[in-house]
């Protein structure tokens, strides 16, 4: 029993006893006597730490998913950043592409755990690291999306970095359709031609937006991008600027003069002086030439 459930089978030998505990639980048995009910022994209390692990990964379910405390096992990864040691671990294979979303934000998680998740993909040993969350809602609650491809399968961790206690947690996919400007290929740098005085406004959505130079593994829980392409008429500093963005999350501090994503350009400093708290990033005395900024997804 674990002071709330209790599972009873009456039986000699080696036995399994229904798992009717979520991992991470713990679990006292006592091994009473058929023949006389005053005969009993408490064997101990246990902890299933069959999911502390990649290896031990549990399947997870469109829907609330829940697990016990994170105190066994020591298989945090701390991909997303340092701090975990143990770590719970879901393993989920989608039927079809779209937009993921592993959150413990209300109501799922009421109790307003802190928490942390991170995905990965690959194989227990071989792990790449997809992205993940810390502090998004409630406000230390956690939710990253993410562009899941069918037949693909993810890992799914969940880690004591900020606290240890077991928490329930969402897993949706919804249909997802690429943005525009999603391909760098496609996108003509000339067609928005900038000079010095002129401003270019970029609307629009990153969400769903595929990797496709193959650069978001460089910045932290990103899964893709979409592109602002333009041509610089002429020697000039130029400011790539958030102020007024919603739901901003990240950007990229480089830019690019070609598709390859090997030809960075640095900028030389950026600022969080939006009334909004979003960045400002300054590129000084760039050459005339086409240029191709990632507004990153993630």
Same mark, same amino acid.
């Given at each position: 029993?674990?002071?709330?459930?209790?599972?009873?089978?009456?039986?000699?030998?080696? $036995?399994?006893?229904?798992?009717?505990?979520?991992?991470?639980?713990?679990?006292?048995?006592?091994?009473? %006597?058929?023949? =006389?009910?005053?005969?009993?022994?408490?064997?101990?209390?246990?902890?299933?730490?069959?999911?502390?692990?990649?290896?031990?990964?549990?399947?997870?379910?469109?829907?609330?998913?829940?697990?016990?405390?994170?105190?066994?096992? *020591?298989?945090?990864?701390?991909?997303?950043?340092? *701090?975990? $040691?143990?770590?719970?671990?879901?393993?989920?294979?989608?039927?079809? %592409?779209?937009?993921?979303?592993?959150?413990?934000?209300?109501?799922?998680?009421?109790?307003? =755990?802190?928490?942390?998740?991170?995905?990965?993909?690959?194989?227990?040993?071989?792990?790449?690291?997809?992205?993940?969350?810390?502090?998004?809602?409630?406000?230390?609650?956690?939710?990253?999306?993410?562009?899941?491809?069918?037949?693909?399968?993810?890992?799914?961790?969940?880690?004591?970095?900020?606290?240890?206690?077991?928490?329930?947690?969402?897993?949706?996919?919804?249909?997802?359709?690429?943005?525009?400007?999603?391909?760098?290929?496609?996108?003509?740098?000339?067609?928005?031609?900038?000079?010095?005085?002129?401003?270019?406004?970029?609307? *629009?959505?990153?969400?769903?937006?595929n990797d496709d130079v193959?650069?978001?593994?460089?910045?932290?829980?990103?899964?893709?991008?979409?592109?602002?392409?333009?041509?610089?008429?002429?020697?000039? =500093? $130029?400011?790539? =600027?958030y102020c007024g963005t $919603?739901?901003?999350?990240?950007?990229?501090?480089?830019?690019y003069t070609d598709c390859?994503?090997?030809?960075?350009?640095?900028?030389?400093?950026?600022?969080?002086?939006?009334?909004?708290?979003?960045?400002?990033?300054?590129?000084?005395?760039?050459?005339? *030439?086409?240029?191709?900024?990632?507004?990153?997804?993630?």
């Amino acid at each position: 029993m674990n002071g709330i459930e209790v599972a009873s089978v009456l039986a000699t030998g080696i $036995v399994n006893i229904p798992a009717v505990y979520a991992a991470g639980v713990p679990v006292t048995i006592t091994l009473t %006597s058929t023949s =006389d009910p005053n005969c009993s022994i408490v064997v101990g209390t246990f902890t299933d730490c069959c999911s502390g692990t990649c290896v031990g990964a549990v399947p997870a379910v469109l829907g609330s998913n829940t697990h016990g405390d994170m105190n066994c096992g *020591g298989g945090a990864t701390n991909a997303l950043a340092g *701090g975990a $040691v143990n770590a719970r671990w879901y393993t989920w294979t989608p039927a079809s %592409s779209g937009l993921a979303v592993a959150s413990s934000c209300s109501p799922f998680n009421n109790a307003g =755990d802190d928490t942390r998740v991170s995905v990965h993909t690959g194989t227990c040993g071989s792990l790449t690291f997809v992205g993940g969350s810390d502090d998004n809602c409630d406000p230390f609650n956690s939710t990253f999306g993410w562009l899941a491809n069918g037949g693909t399968t993810y890992y799914i961790e969940w880690d004591d970095r900020w606290q240890s206690t077991g928490h329930s947690w969402d897993l949706s996919l919804t249909p997802c359709v690429a943005p525009a400007r999603d391909e760098c290929t496609n996108e003509i740098p000339s067609n928005n031609p900038l000079s010095i005085g002129n401003t270019i406004n970029y609307n *629009g959505t990153a969400n769903c937006a595929n990797d496709d130079v193959g650069i978001a593994g460089i910045f932290g829980g990103v899964t893709g991008y979409v592109w602002a392409t333009f041509e610089l008429l002429t020697c000039a =500093d $130029v400011v790539i =600027d958030y102020c007024g963005t $919603v739901n901003f999350t990240n950007a990229a501090l480089n830019m690019y003069t070609d598709c390859s994503g090997t030809n960075p350009v640095n900028s030389q400093t950026f600022n969080f002086l939006c009334g909004d708290g979003n960045p400002q990033i300054f590129y000084n005395s760039l050459p005339p *030439g086409e240029y191709y900024y990632p507004i990153l997804w993630g």
